[in-house]
T-cell receptor, first 113, second 114 residues
Framework: AQSVTQLDSQVPVFEEAPVELRCNYS??????LFWYVQYPNQGLQLLLK??????LVKGINGFEAEFNKSQTSFHLRKPSVHISDTAEYFC???????????FGAGTRLFVKA | NAGVTQTPKFRVLKTGQSMTLLCAQD?????MYWYRQDPGMGLRLIHY???????AKGEVPDGYNVSRLKKQNFLLGLESAAPSQTSVYFC?????????????FGPGTRLLVL
């Protein structure tokens, strides 16, 4: 069975500082990995995804994530955050050949002025 | 394109009442999903559909039923609401080529069961 663990439930950070949101997964088969963002009172939208190939994936709004197969991690990073990045971020995993996606519990990013 | 829309946006029910949540998508997507979102638990899959006329159970299907009579619509029913079903419900859709595809989410329905 697959599972996703987001290691931090909340991450406060000052504006223009770098941030890393951590995600670990477990799966016995090949996986696809996703990061979604949820702004207040909205549905989720895709930030980026890893399907295959280069382990460094670039997404929207300056975010990027690195797939590390040996550590089963897919951490999300941004070198300089803005107030507008305040949101909840979800890591998700699905397995090749499947229909379902498993979501982590989410990490709330608070960007302070 | 409206994308994925959900009706209603907010509802209050009494224990034992029934209701139907409607999800509609105009992207001609094959796959549709219903999730519930609870604090500290992320999104949990209730039911999903891989095509018109087909549905399947997800992680937490008990107390819910679904129907996909038309490709663009996916209905979620609560036959006898319970306080444990107080949650935010999200519908999502994706193209029919597999789990690598991006899911597109609706804005959510907030349900309070008293």
């Amino acid at each position: 069975a697959q599972s996703v663990t987001q290691l931090d439930s909340q991450v406060p950070v000052f504006e223009e500082a770098p941030v890393e949101l951590r995600c670990n997964y477990s799966s016995s088969v090949s996986v696809y990995l996703f990061w979604y963002v949820q702004y207040p009172n909205q549905g989720l939208q895709l930030l980026l995804k890893y399907l295959s190939g280069s382990t460094l994936v670039k997404g929207i709004n300056g975010f990027e994530a690195e797939f590390n197969k040996s550590q089963t991690s897919f951490h999300l990073r941004k070198p300089s955050v803005h107030i507008s990045d305040t949101a909840e971020y979800f890591c998700a995993v699905s397995h090749t050949g499947g229909f379902k996606t498993i979501f982590g519990a989410g990490t709330r990013l608070f960007v302070k002025a | 394109n409206a994308g994925v829309t959900q009706t209603p946006k907010f509802r209050v029910l009494k224990t034992g009442q029934s209701m139907t949540l409607l999800c509609a998508q105009d992207m001609n997507h094959e796959y549709m999903y219903w999730y519930r979102q609870d604090p500290g638990m992320g999104l949990r899959l209730i039911h999903y559909s891989v095509g018109e006329g087909t549905t399947a159970k997800g992680e937490v299907p008990d107390g819910y039923n679904v129907s996909r009579l038309k490709k663009q619509n996916f209905l979620l029913g609560l036959e006898s609401a319970a306080p444990s079903q107080t949650s935010v419900y999200f519908c999502a859709s994706s193209t029919g080529t597999g789990s690598q595809e991006t899911q597109y989410f609706g804005p959510g329905t907030r349900l309070l069961v008293l």
